[in-house]
């Protein structure tokens, strides 16, 4: 049988290789392009990590960082945007596959000029930035197909930037959790954290996206009710950003220090959700939270704040959303959880099957195969 992606050049544009959702599922995508469908595919990045760039190597996958374009005064941004350009007509692509905010303006502004047959904005958040400059103007008008990985992405796209829903394609985010590296003792161990203790985890970097804030005023609750028969700790696990020292500042200032851990960078997500007992997730910004997806994953329950990419994971009648800001609630809801052993296990059951079902890896990969072979079917 033919195989339309044979040989195929497909470009895929990052902004950055620091791990995250975007760069997981880049990762997977790329691997299944390239080694089951036989395309040619490379993948771009504006910003290195070493860490990435081994796990591309180890699958075979070719990756390129294009000088900084987007630093200096007008001229030198125009000579290095010009550069960019025909560094993409070297490579001849027949399709080009930005992610991320900078990416997809970029790509969207100038792939008529590469040689390209189409590009694909693909919108990985809620929506958080809009310049009105020229380059994203030029996207809007010259990008054909828009996929967002969530209700919310395409919402703001629609009402944000005017674009068709009807050229707007959902593509939920794709989770499979790899084999842990370490088993749950090592990692209790590693954390410090006494084998008896109720564990909960949050991952997601500590950025001014989330709202790790309202989680730790919850937690100081947590640890101060008399229904818990067992000592709890709060795992932040991801990089260290922005917010770190004030949430570390809270910590000491209130005493937390013996309940809380911030493990900063997890190459071992897996092995850290199986050694906790419940999921948590506080934000105020998601488009398809891959923190939420990765604890359904692992069979845990979550307790997250009601927005709507954490319904969008969860279901919309899931009863442990919280209002945002609510602290209090919060606690009652974590509290809930860690008290009872049968609720927890039920609830973390039914967030596995729903991950499976509706956020799989495979079901992610034929969305964008579907979506591929139309453009070069068409």
Known sequence: MDNPFENKRILIVLHTMVIGGSQTQ???FADYLKNRLKAEVQVWSFIYSEYYAQMLTQHGI????????????????????????????SFRPHIIMPFNNLPNKVCGAIWKWTGAKTCVWNQRDEGR???????????????????????????FLHNTFNIESEVITIIH???RLARPKLPKEEWKKKLNIDSSSLVAVMVANLTQYKDHQT???????VIQSASLQRKPVLVMAGKKCETYKPLKDYVQVNQLEPYVRFPGFVDDVPGLLKACDLGVFSSKFEGCPNGILE????????????ITGARE????????LVPEDDSEIFAQKIIAFLSDLKMRQTYGAQNFKRVSELFS????????QQLLFRIIRH
């Open 215 to 221: 989680l730790l005023e919850a937690w100081k609750s």
């Open 26 to 28: 880049v990762l997977h």
């Open 361 to 368: 890896l495979e079901r992610m990969t034929l969305c964008y």
């Open 129 to 155: 930035d809009k310049t009105g400059g020229f380059i994203e103007k030029l996207a809007l008008k010259y990008t054909p197909i828009f996929v967002s990985n969530s209700e919310e992405g395409k919402r």
């Open 313 to 320: 994971a969860l279901g919309e009648d899931y009863p442990f």
């Open 62 to 89: 070719p990756f390129y960082i294009p000088s900084p374009f987007f630093e200096g005064g007008r001229i030198q941004k125009t000579i290095g945007l010009l550069r960019f350009l025909f560094k993409i007509r």
């Open 295 to 306: 604890s359904m994953a692992a069979g845990l329950p979550v307790v997250a704040t009601d």
């Open 173 to 175: 985010n794709g989770i």
